[in-house]
């Protein structure tokens, strides 16, 4: 089980690698939020997210006789990436299960970064696991889950030590932490990193409209599941529940949580774009969502935000800049 | 006259107020570039670009009795919001004066920041030195000049310091540093702050076609002027000439200038959005432009360049991003 000993262990592999994130911030957004707001771009990370952080964790965690097989992964998109570069990293083989219907720009990024990407048909049927235990028996290869794996937790809470970090800096001592949510990877790991290194932040898992299930997990004590599967532009944190290893971290660490519309994150992109500088994709910019327009869920003076990732293409962009006018 | 001593004692004086950006790289960059490309995106500096710096390190540098006067600057832009918001921080007026036909959402943000924006007629000849002179007579402001000033100089060369550091963390000894340069105070500044930190880096100035003052200039050892001060997108590095002050330093310590087109420029916003994640104004992207774009006049295998801001309007973004279909 991941812990603050795991994380700081991974913070030591990652260092020279995963990119130290800066803290953003600017008086326009604290205007519009009614409260101090300060933004952790994973955007800018490699691969335009924080699921190198995980990625990264889990390949090096493995022993050399295991990585050289080779790793594995499913993804549509972001984690894809982080394996696909931390594996080419180690010089190992990755081989990526992803989607037919995943965009272009994600299959062709992971290829580029010299994954084996193997193609399946989700609307026919095609059972993803099975390609993948084939995939496994016959050559070794290790499956990198996207959040449910301890060593990926770990990576992505090396963000954490360095929100923590960067706001004590700030002499920051008291904060809410938004965090993007979609199977709590990230969540759990900022909220492990946060009771260690900075025990009075409170972390609040932001989620999609009609993919709550987080938020309805934690209200019932339960795992909850969503409906559906797609239908939202919040692509990266579409996620059917939350996981086996995640939601006992997330019940025990994490505040209540925070649901925001495609349109608050639209919206909120056009304002990373004119306030900050970066690019947010929809499901990245989540949190900053929940700043900036939910702020009657808010308790803290201070809030910290995640920007998950910016892997969006041009045409989504635009429609974000567009309500810019 | 700016020297390492003054960048350093700048540096002191930004410490926690100043933003120490990343160095910011993609393998996908790298290949288009064939060499190694790093950006130093200071469009993620407060207000949007490194002028920040410089209006901080000018402010801070004044006594006590001088400052609480207040602050004069001359600016269509990123330097207004730059003094304005050093002037606000230290709680002493900021009289800005603008032209009238600068983009309004520069005016709206100087005003935003705190600033007396006085708004001249450049088309009708007013002349807005008059009106300074006067300002500063009545109210005795000081000026802060945009490049043609060693603490402005000095405060601009505390991202050099930064450059130097970072890339010595990556164990990189020999590079070309490419600056968007308008006046040079962001490029002399940085000049100087690599000849003490990064001997093993060479200097080279970039600017847009048609506005290529430095270039001309330091071919013929004179002060060279451009024929006129519109017409080109990258407004952020239009200037009439190098100053009197930053052109010796860029004589003693530069390289050949280089020059990218509007088309460069456009095609390296739409770059940077894919595969950096972050937002460069057209004047900002010709650094980075010129290593894309213009490989066959660069010696170095490494390449290090500067994202000088990213304050553009999002129709222009998205003239940018057509190009990325």
Do not use: W, Y
């Given at each position: 089980m991941t812990d603050i000993?795991?994380?700081?262990?991974?913070?030591?592999?990652?260092?020279?690698?995963?990119?130290?994130?800066?803290?953003?911030?600017?008086?326009?957004?604290?205007?519009?939020?009614g409260r101090r707001v300060f933004v952790k771009p994973e955007c800018l990370q490699h691969t335009g997210s924080f699921k190198y952080r995980g990625g990264r964790s889990a390949v090096s965690a493995l022993d050399d006789t295991t990585r050289a097989?080779?790793?594995?992964?499913?993804?549509?998109?972001?984690?894809?990436?982080?394996?696909?570069?931390?594996?080419?990293?180690?010089g190992v083989p990755a081989v990526i299960i992803m989607p037919k219907d995943a965009p272009e720009i994600k299959i062709n990024n992971t290829r580029a970064l010299g994954a084996d990407v193997v193609l399946y048909d989700r609307a026919g049927g095609e059972?993803?696991?099975?390609?993948?235990?084939?995939?496994?028996?016959?050559?070794?290869?290790?499956?990198?889950?996207p959040y449910d794996e301890p060593q990926v937790i770990a990576g992505q809470g090396t963000c954490g030590l360095e929100i923590a970090e960067q706001a004590a800096e700030l002499g920051i001592k008291d904060a809410e932490v938004?965090?993007?949510?979609?199977?709590?990877?990230?969540?759990?790991?900022?909220?492990?990193?946060?009771?260690?290194?900075?025990?009075?932040?409170?972390?609040?898992?932001?989620?999609?409209?009609?993919?709550?299930d987080v938020k309805r997990s934690l209200l019932s004590g339960?795992?909850?599941?969503?409906?559906?599967?797609?239908?939202?532009?919040?692509?990266?944190?579409?996620?059917?529940?939350?996981?086996?290893?995640?939601?006992?971290?997330?019940q025990r660490l994490v505040g209540p949580g925070i649901v925001v519309s495609e349109d608050d994150c639209l919206r909120t992109m056009a304002h990373a774009?004119?306030?900050?500088?970066?690019?947010?994709?929809?499901?990245?910019?989540?949190?900053?969502?929940?700043?900036?327009?939910?702020?009657?869920?808010?308790?803290?003076?201070?809030?910290?935000?995640?920007?998950?990732?910016?892997?969006?293409?041009?045409?989504?962009?635009?429609r974000a800049l567009q309500l810019t006018r």
């Open positions: 000993t795991m994380i700081r262990a991974a913070a030591e592999r990652l260092k020279g690698h995963a990119r130290r994130t800066p803290l953003l911030s600017s008086p326009f957004l604290d205007e519009i939020a097989k080779g790793v594995l992964a499913f993804s549509s998109g972001n984690h894809a990436q982080g394996v696909a570069l931390a594996a080419r990293e180690f059972s993803r696991e099975a390609l993948g235990d084939t995939l496994q028996a016959e050559r070794g290869l290790t499956l990198i889950r938004l965090v993007c949510c979609g199977g709590g990877g990230l969540t759990s790991g900022i909220a492990l990193a946060c009771e260690a290194d900075a025990p009075g932040f409170k972390v609040r898992p932001v989620e999609p409209d009609g993919f709550d339960n795992i909850e599941t969503n409906n559906q599967m797609s239908g939202n532009i919040c692509d990266a944190i579409l996620t059917p529940a939350p996981g086996h290893i995640t939601f006992p971290i997330l774009f004119e306030r900050l500088k970066v690019i947010a994709e929809p499901g990245g910019a989540a949190a900053l969502a929940a700043a900036l327009f939910h702020g009657d869920e808010l308790n803290a003076d201070t809030v910290i935000c995640t920007i998950s990732g910016g892997n969006v293409d041009a045409p989504m962009f635009e």
